[in-house]
């Protein structure tokens, strides 16, 4: 299988460890990962703040760039909404490509149909459903699923976990105090559960709800993305 990844924005600049967590952890099952030069945004943020027409050339970069792949693994379940929901209601000619669009989760569960990745991390963690992941795609257990197989991690659940952080793309730049009110009451919680370590499939929201972590008193807790944790192992116990 001819697998691509695509790693986001917000990943290939601020969170690159977590690309290389997905490329890491990938190989260890097997399988080649292959990096697109050409690739840029997938428009999601133009695209919600009403900038449609702008969205356009950046929907078709994307489906011109991973159309020759088989699959396309990405670590963001609101990038991966984004594509899979709205690039083909904006361009038909995305439909092929936007459907071989998989978050990580999905990939290695839905389409690998493995669950236990071989990953190693001996840490209380807790998990974030991010609002695009837990509304839009679906994920469902699957990211539960593959924690709960991952050797020496202890798995608290997070009360009220299904509510936002409040970070929302750009809804945290409009609306700073009631943000900034979500963010706390998501922090509060996740110091609740005594947890080492707050876990989602979206850096977006794991920035946002480790600044409000950094920020307050309490226990520290730090924030890792998902496949991150997957692809740690017993020899590299990050």
């Not at 997905?22 to 919600?48: D, I, K, Y």
């Not at 670590?75 to 038909?92: E, Q, T, Y």
Request: with cysteine.
């Amino acid at each position: 299988m001819r697998i691509a990844l695509f790693v986001t924005c917000l990943n290939d600049t601020m969170f690159p460890g977590t690309g290389q967590a997905v490329v890491r952890l990938l190989r260890r099952l097997g399988h080649e990962v292959e990096f697109p030069s050409a690739q840029t945004c997938c428009g999601q943020m133009h695209f919600n703040t009403g900038y449609r027409k702008q969205v356009l050339p950046l929907v078709r970069n994307f489906a011109e760039t991973f159309a020759p792949y088989e699959a396309v693994v990405t670590p963001s379940a609101s990038c991966a909404a984004m594509i899979r929901d709205w690039h083909p209601r904006l361009d038909d000619a995305a439909r092929d490509t936007a459907a071989k669009v998989h978050e990580l989760t999905e990939f290695l569960v839905d389409v690998l149909g493995v669950t236990d990745v071989g990953a190693y991390y001996p840490h209380r963690v807790t998990y974030h459903p991010t609002c695009h992941s837990l509304r839009m795609l679906g994920l469902g257990d699957r990211p539960l699923r593959l924690l709960r197989e991952v050797r020496g991690l202890e798995l608290v659940e997070l009360p009220d976990a299904a509510e936002c952080c409040g970070f929302g793309g750009t809804f945290a730049l409009k609306n700073p105090a009631v943000s900034a009110a979500m963010g706390a009451d998501k922090a509060a919680r996740v110091r609740r559960t005594g947890a080492d370590a707050l876990c989602a499939a979206d850096n977006s929201c794991l920035m946002h709800i480790g600044g409000v972590l950094t920020r307050t008193a309490g226990p520290a807790v730090r924030t890792v993305h998902l496949a991150e944790i997957l692809a740690s192992t017993e020899e590299d116990p990050s």
